[in-house]
């Protein structure tokens, strides 16, 4: 069974930055991609962020050139850099992992971009 234990959201106001942290239970490099998903209130759960096995990374358009994915230098994680946030970006962001077929996600990370 794989695990991803996420951290780092939180109240920001707009403008500002967060960064999230995704750790999976076995090594990064397994994985054919990493990357996050969000759901705000009353929609539907959409593509953020990817990063994958050829180290490319792909971001849904509203969010590109404010995040940024990446995976860490020896650290077994993948963060999710969040820069010049809007109210727009609330919602609950889930990591998630492709392997061998299957997805697997994370518990969720509340992220409210709020003045």
């Known amino acids: 069974q794989v695990y991803l234990a996420e951290s780092g959201g939180g109240l920001v106001q707009p403008g500002g930055s967060l960064r999230l942290s995704c750790v999976p239970s076995?090594?990064?490099?397994?994985?054919?991609?990493m990357g996050w998903y969000r759901q705000a209130p009353g929609k539907q759960r959409e593509f953020v962020a990817g990063?994958?096995?050829?180290?490319?990374?792909n971001y849904e358009d509203s969010v590109k050139g404010r995040f940024s994915i990446s995976r860490g230098d020896g650290d077994n994680t993948v963060y999710l850099q969040m820069n010049s946030l809007k109210p727009d970006d609330t919602g609950v962001y889930y990591c998630?992992?492709?392997?061998?077929?299957?997805?697997?996600w994370g518990q969720g990370s509340q992220v409210t971009v709020s003045s």
């Open positions: 998630f992992a492709n392997w061998a077929g299957g997805y697997y």
């Open positions: 990063f994958y096995k050829n180290e490319s990374t």
């Open positions: 076995i090594s990064v490099f397994i994985f054919n991609a």
